[in-house]
């Protein structure tokens, strides 16, 4: 570079945040917050009426109140990281309603999370890491939790998978009662 070339600014060389792509191993926010808003919600009420139904003296109930508990930690984990202010909270004692407060906390949360920034790399000057990568780790745990709870609670009621699955498919027309060939 010659003295009486011009200077390239700085600025110019600099990623920004907004303007980097997204990453493909992210899922989209939209589908985190249905995941637990719907999915989560509706499975865990239908794992915890055959739950609830155990005497606690059973020595099914202890490990199966052990798994629910940390999915209810996962999805804390899942709020706290999609969350920036620090704000005191005070949720339930009792699983459900506790599983309730967790699971509504998570939604609020990442419903303030930016979706314009969300899953885009940290600009490589900044030397930080996207939040994105912890919150589907995140969401992942829950994901694995919930189905371990599903395993445990399919040895009390074996018809579980039958309510779970029962509204996997809707038919936009009904099937013909006469035959097709």
Request: charge should be negative; hydrophobic fraction near 45%.
């Amino acid at each position: 570079m010659l003295a009486t070339e011009p200077a390239t600014p700085d600025s110019a060389l600099l990623e920004t945040w907004s303007h980097n792509e997204r990453m493909r191993h992210i899922p989209l926010l939209s589908w985190m917050i249905d995941k637990i808003e719907i999915d989560v919600r509706r499975r865990f009420e239908i794992l915890f009426t055959p739950f609830s139904s155990l005497e606690p003296g059973d020595p099914r109930h202890a490990p199966i109140d052990a798994e629910l508990r940390a999915l209810i930690r996962a999805l804390d984990r899942v709020a706290d990281v999609a969350k920036r202010p620090k704000n005191p909270s005070h949720p339930p004692n009792d699983i459900a309603p506790r599983m309730n407060w967790s699971i509504n906390h998570a939604v609020g949360n990442l419903q303030g999370v930016d979706p314009e920034t969300f899953a885009k790399r940290f600009p490589f000057q900044t030397f930080e890491r996207s939040n994105a990568e912890p919150l589907t780790a995140a969401m992942l745990a829950v994901i694995a939790h919930l189905q371990k709870v599903h395993e445990l609670v399919r040895a009390i009621d074996p018809a579980v998978d039958e309510r779970i699955y029962a509204n996997l498919v809707t038919l936009n027309e009904p099937m013909r009662s006469d035959a097709i060939a």
